[in-house]
């Protein structure tokens, strides 16, 4: 009995830790046939939160069929009229340069990766809208792409 008690307790406390409250706001947005399209805007609302000064990270789930190592992405936050506050081009790798390997935790075909973006929002900002920037109309492989701000 003494043992079933100690696993017990020692699963609960497991459990605890594993459900952290590390962030302030995260979410990613499906896409149509696992195919990120040169005209689709990801944008992400965040009228709830304050998200300056605190670290932001962008997500990307993807699998074997997205060809290419990296992905350029257009960044632009705005405030609650629309206005373009920032207007950013950053480069997040998907692949090792050196192996060749997947980045991130992977299951299956399908891996997750997070980078910290190289910037924080500015006070004022509202939303982010997250576009394509691989001169290419469609690229296949990329699942979804999501948006992760931290405490």
Not at 67 to 89: A, M, P
Not at 101 to 115: A, C, K, V
Request: hydrophobic share 40%; aromatic share 14%.
């Amino acid at each position: 009995m003494n043992k079933a008690f100690v696993f017990l307790c020692f699963i609960t406390l497991l459990g605890s830790f594993a459900c952290s409250e590390d962030r302030i706001f995260e979410e990613f947005q499906p896409l149509t046939n696992q195919s990120w399209g040169i005209e689709d805007s990801l944008t992400f609302d965040l009228s709830k939160i304050e998200p300056m000064g605190h670290p932001s990270l962008i997500a990307f789930r993807f699998n074997e069929e997205y060809t290419f190592s990296n992905c350029y992405v257009r960044v632009l936050s705005k405030d609650s009229l629309g206005v373009i506050i920032e207007n950013k081009l950053i480069n997040v790798p998907l692949f090792d340069s050196k192996t060749g390997e997947p980045q991130g935790d992977g299951f299956g075909s399908t891996y997750t990766f997070y980078d910290t973006l190289p910037f924080q929002f500015q006070a004022g900002t509202k939303s982010v809208t997250l576009l394509q920037y691989m001169r290419q109309n469609q690229l296949p492989g990329i699942e979804s792409v999501g948006l992760k701000i931290l405490k």
